[in-house]
T-cell receptor, first 115, second 114 residues
């Protein structure tokens, strides 16, 4: 079945540092890939998405590129801020394994950015 | 404001006492679903609904029921809660059940069953 593997956290960075959170996936067919962010005490918000190979999703300075050859969708940001502290989830939706628009999530990576 | 609302946000209950967690969206979305979030497991789908009167099981449906009588509402029912249903629950909706559509999540309901 589908699965998403992302690097374990927590990740602690200094403000303005470069961020990479690794994500790899296994899926049937050609999934759409997503990064969601969860701020403390809140629900998940879509951060960015990519729907086909070589697509780059970007938002708020974050980027991720859909790499079919390596089945990866790593999240990057050039300069993190304290306000980026949150839990980040990589997810996919393939439409083949039932559940309609079901998202298969990774376990989440907690990011803490310090001054 | 476009949003998904859930109630209650926090609930502590005892084993076997039936409860309902409500979910409502104001975006006229066709697709709605429920997830539970557990440490080390991410989020897993419990039930989903492609449209009114059409619901189906997700990956972890045991011990849960749902209904979709109106487009905007999708309550999650625990007929006889057990401690292993202690979790953080999220309702989500999207315009369609197609995979490229963005899903909008509610703020979550933290349930503790003692």
């Amino acid at each position: 079945g589908d699965s998403v593997t992302q690097m374990e956290g927590p990740v602690t960075l200094s403000e303005e540092a470069f961020l990479t959170i690794n994500c790899t996936y296994t899926a049937t067919g050609y999934p759409s890939l997503f990064w969601y962010v969860q701020y403390p005490g809140e629900g998940l918000q879509l951060l960015l998405k990519a729907t086909k190979a070589d697509d780059k999703g970007s938002n708020k300075g974050f980027e991720a590129t859909y790499r079919k050859e390596t089945t990866s969708f790593h999240l990057e940001k050039g300069s993190v801020q304290v306000s980026d502290s949150a839990v980040y989830f990589c997810a996919l939706s393939d439409g083949f394994t039932g559940g309609g628009n079901k998202l298969t999530f990774g376990t989440g990576t907690q990011l803490k950015v310090e001054l | 404001e476009a949003q998904v609302t859930q109630n209650p946000r926090y609930l502590i209950t005892v084993t076997g006492k039936k409860l309902t967690v409500t979910c409502s969206q104001n975006m006229n979305h066709e697709y709605m679903s429920w997830y539970r979030q557990d440490p080390g497991l991410g989020l897993r789908q419990i039930y989903y609904s492609m449209n009114v009167e059409v619901t189906d099981k997700g990956d972890v449906p045991e011990g849960y029921k749902v209904s979709r009588k109106e487009k905007r509402n999708f309550p999650l029912i625990l007929e006889s809660p057990s401690p292993n249903q202690t979790s953080l629950y999220f309702c989500a909706s999207s315009l369609s059940g197609r995979i490229t559509y963005e899903q909008y999540f509610g703020p979550g309901t933290r349930l503790t069953v003692t």
